[in-house]
């Protein structure tokens, strides 16, 4: 069976691009364009892991991060989080449910190895 993964991300081709390469492995994809969306997209499909932008628009990846924590039915979902920035990462690994990030533009074989890695340990 096909573990299920949650991408949210505000940018529409960062998305379509890591849909189709993490289908291409076998993984079944599901996509949200922002917190609140992707808020709602957890809790209907209980991914095995969860994708998350830092930087979005209404609901950005903390507080996604801290509504995903604070609901006994979500709060086991591992997160892996996306960021175009490369300083305050040891903060990022640091948040509660966060099992790693990537910098943009990120290495897919690099984000395939956390993803991995991720699902294992969870």
């Known amino acids: 069976m096909a573990k299920k993964i949650l991408i949210v991300?505000?940018?529409?081709?960062?998305?379509?691009?890591?849909?189709?390469?993490?289908?291409?492995?076998q993984f079944d994809v599901?996509?949200?364009?922002?917190?609140?969306?992707?808020?709602?997209?957890?809790?209907?499909?209980?991914p095995q892991l969860v994708i998350l932008d830092?930087?979005?628009p209404n609901v950005d990846g903390y507080t996604f991060l801290r509504e995903l924590k604070a609901d006994p039915?979500?709060?086991g979902t591992p997160v892996i989080m996306l960021t175009a920035k490369g300083d305050g990462l040891r903060e990022l690994f640091a948040l509660e449910g966060v099992?790693?990030?990537?910098?943009?533009?990120?290495?897919?074989?690099?984000?395939?190895?956390?993803?991995?890695?991720?699902?294992?340990?969870?």
């Open 30 to 46: 599901v996509t949200a364009y922002d917190g609140d969306e992707g808020l709602d997209k957890v809790r209907a499909e209980k």
């Open 99 to 122: 099992c790693g990030y990537v910098t943009k533009p990120y290495d897919v074989d690099v984000l395939l190895q956390k993803i991995n890695q991720c699902i294992r340990q969870h």
């Open 73 to 75: 039915a979500t709060d």
């Open 9 to 25: 991300d505000d940018e529409a081709d960062v998305v379509k691009v890591l849909k189709k390469r993490l289908e291409d492995f």
């Open 54 to 56: 830092v930087m979005m």
